[in-house]
């Protein structure tokens, strides 16, 4: 291991990410009893500008007189570049004291985007007497964005999460894109002609470099890695099949930008049964080896490293968060 330890952001659960626009008073009643794990009020892109400010009174509202005890509940700010985003800020943490848990920061570009940001955050946190520290969530999706990822990741203490805004991040790489998140028949292999002179299609997944590329900065400062959205709300294969490809990269879970998609994601997200057996079979494993003061642990005729056993503890302590959301 290197001497550089790597301290774990705080433990939640983020397998669905349910986008809720501010400016719809309906929407955001009905979100507050979603089985998302993290809920955000966006003011950004779901909100035209002349509905900023309604939005941003709405959320306030929202913080204040709903009941969030069963999600985590995140705000969507406007961009750094935009006039909105400090009204967002001071408005909201200023009016609605102690009820976020996190602040999402859309087309995050630098370190210096985050580091303005805490400055801000920690004054108001200071003034008001907040009991809790504000989480911040980044999206990773512009070119700049993708280019400091590291940076970004490693900007400040409260950082939780980073999401992959594919549709922003096609935008600002100026991606030939279809659906937003899926795959791409352009994005494809044309096999050699096999004996009979045919020749297959083979698709590719035109995310895997950004998305892997997220993973791997976010894992070395201890955040959460979570994919963003899959456009086509009508298509649960499509994104359950998006899902499995970031789950298999190392993402903890996905944007819902529709309430149908919650369920899909807390399903790709949850480790299945087999999964949490095979974890425990592990861990039991090693504590009798440890036991018998045995050096190596072997189960099934097949050593255990270290690494499988760390894999182990995460998943189970994961069904354990699970099982107790669900209880
Ligand atoms: C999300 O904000 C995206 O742009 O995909
Ligand atoms: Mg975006």
């Given amino acids: 291991m290197s001497f550089t330890i790597i301290e774990p952001c705080p433990a939640r659960l983020n397998r669905s990410e349910l986008a809720v626009p501010g400016s719809n008073t309906k929407f955001i009643e009905k979100a507050a009893s979603s089985k998302a794990d993290v809920v955000f009020l966006d003011l950004e892109d779901a909100v035209a500008p002349p509905d900023k400010e309604q939005a ?21 700010i406007n ?3 935009t006039h909105y985003m400090y009204r ?3 408005d909201v943490l200023e009016q609605a004291v102690d009820k976020l848990d996190l602040i999402m920061i859309p087309k995050a570009g630098t370190a210096a985007d985050i580091y303005a940001l805490d400055m801000l955050v920690t004054q108001i946190e200071a003034a008001k007497g907040y009991k809790k520290r504000i989480g911040f969530e980044m999206i990773i999706e512009t070119a700049l964005g993708m280019e400091n990822v590291h940076e970004i990741a490693a900007a400040s203490r409260r950082n939780e999460t980073l999401h992959f805004g594919v549709a922003d991040y096609a935008a600002s790489t100026k991606a030939r894109t279809t659906v937003i998140g899926g795959p791409n028949r352009d994005y494809a292999v044309l096999t050699d002609a096999d004996q009979d002179g045919a020749r297959q299609v083979h698709w590719g997944d035109m995310w895997h470099y950004a998305v892997a590329r997220m993973v791997v900065a976010a894992r070395a400062h201890g955040l959460r890695p979570v994919d963003g959205p899959f456009g086509d709300f009508s298509d ?10 970031s789950a298999v990269l190392g993402c903890e879970g996905k944007w819902a930008i529709h309430p149908s998609q919650v369920d899909l994601a807390n399903e790709m997200f949850t480790p299945s049964e087999k999964e949490i057996t095979q974890a425990n079979r592990v861990l039991e494993a090693m504590e009798k080896a440890q036991k018998e003061g045995q050096g190596a642990v072997a189960l099934d005729g097949r050593l255990i490293d270290i690494a499988s056993i760390k894999q182990a503890q995460v998943l189970v302590k994961k069904a354990e968060q699970i099982a107790a959301r669900d209880a």
């Fill in 56 to 76: 941003r009174k709405n959320v306030i509202e929202a913080l204040n007189d709903l009941d969030w005890s069963g999600n985590t509940i995140s705000m969507r």
């Fill in 79 to 81: 961009g750094l570049d």
């Fill in 88 to 90: 967002d800020v001071v």
């Fill in 236 to 245: 649960p294969e499509g994104y359950k099949a998006n899902a499995s490809r």
